[in-house]
């Protein structure tokens, strides 16, 4: 698979399964952000790896080969490669979310329409246990909604990390939504990688896509995230095909870089739990290559690199074009 295919794969996102792999490949199923609620398989072919979702009537089929898989795009091989099996969530990590559920309404995201529950730590730490049992375990990587503050959802976190960090020599990283301590307390508890999603840098669809949230104040805490855990260790997803055009993306990207943020640009999923209620425009296999391409350029400026990422997407590349590991 070359970078290019790849990008094709990633812009469209959704593969129709052969009836004779339905009951043999096993799929994972997203809780946190736009994907949530959906399945999803992962194929490895050469160097890169794709996540595609798993949906019928799609233009892309997922079809046995030999002892590994073709896809077909409208009935023409296009990509051969292997199915990956997940560990939580995707390969080679626990990627576990805390709380399914959230109290905000950002306008692209399913999990408030979802009645997700609360893990607890036992759960976790069960799940992180099973997930090293198979020797492929690399890291943990934890996510979650708000299931009633900002606050109390860090707390929570906070005492999933330290639980963690007393069982497990791993990386570990963290994907909240943040409060003015809560890269200290994260920090401290023994996380070693931190994600804020700033989710866009257009002010204006910010504000209409993420009406309960202010841009600013998770950029002033990103800033403030990167003495505490370094270089190379605090990221932002940041999504494509919101309206956004390529000069404010990439004004974007070159911002959170000079505070020294890796963004990871992540193509739109559309969830049918918010039709109607925004416009998604998934971006073109060339869109994406081009904002890789320039993403890369600007992270070499400012002496940042994705290969450096442990937990979390950027390791994973399945949803996204990753710098320094697809292009």
């Known amino acids: 698979m070359t970078p290019e295919e790849k990008a094709f794969l990633n812009s469209i996102g959704l593969v129709e399964l052969d009836d004779t792999l339905r ?10 952000g736009p994907g949530a609620g959906g399945t999803s398989i992962f194929i490895h072919s050469g160097d890169l ?29 296009f990509v051969r490669g292997q199915l990956e099996r997940p560990l939580c969530h995707c390969p080679e990590q626990a990627y576990i979310t805390v709380s399914e559920r959230c109290i905000f309404n950002c306008t692209f995201c399913p999990v408030p329409k979802l009645p997700g529950g609360i893990k607890s730590i036992d759960t976790i730490v069960a799940m992180v246990e099973e997930a090293s049992t198979t020797g492929r375990l690399k890291a943990i990587s934890l996510t979650s909604g708000v299931a009633t503050s900002p606050e109390e959802e860090v707390d929570r976190m906070v005492k999933v990390v330290q639980a963690l ?15 003015a301590d809560s890269s200290r307390l994260l920090h401290d508890a023994g996380a070693d990688e931190i994600k804020y999603n700033v989710e866009t840098m257009d002010p204006l669809i910010f504000s209409s896509v993420c009406p309960d949230f202010s841009l600013e104040e998770i950029l002033d805490v990103l800033r403030d995230a990167v003495p505490l855990f370094g270089k190379n260790a605090v990221f932002s997803n940041f999504i494509i095909g919101l309206g956004e055009d390529d000069e404010t993306v990439l004004d974007g990207v070159s911002r959170l870089a000079e505070m020294g943020v890796i963004p990871n640009l992540r193509p739109i999923s559309a969830s049918p739990l918010r039709a109607g209620e925004i416009q998604i425009d998934r971006p073109s296999g060339e869109r994406l290559l081009y904002l890789a391409n320039e993403t890369k350029e600007i992270l070499k400026q400012h002496g940042l690199d994705a290969t450096k990422a442990r937990t979390m997407c950027l390791p994973c590349t399945g949803c996204d074009l990753t710098p320094f590991r697809d292009v």
């Open 23 to 32: 009951t043999r490949t096993e799929s994972s199923t997203a809780t946190a």
């Open 49 to 77: 790896r794709v996540r595609l979702s798993v949906k019928d009537h799609s233009p892309l089929k997922l079809l046995p080969d030999g002892d590994g898989v073709l896809v077909s795009y409208e009935g023409r091989p």
């Open 165 to 179: 960090r007393s069982r497990f020599d791993l990386p570990i990283g963290v994907s909240v939504y943040p409060t």
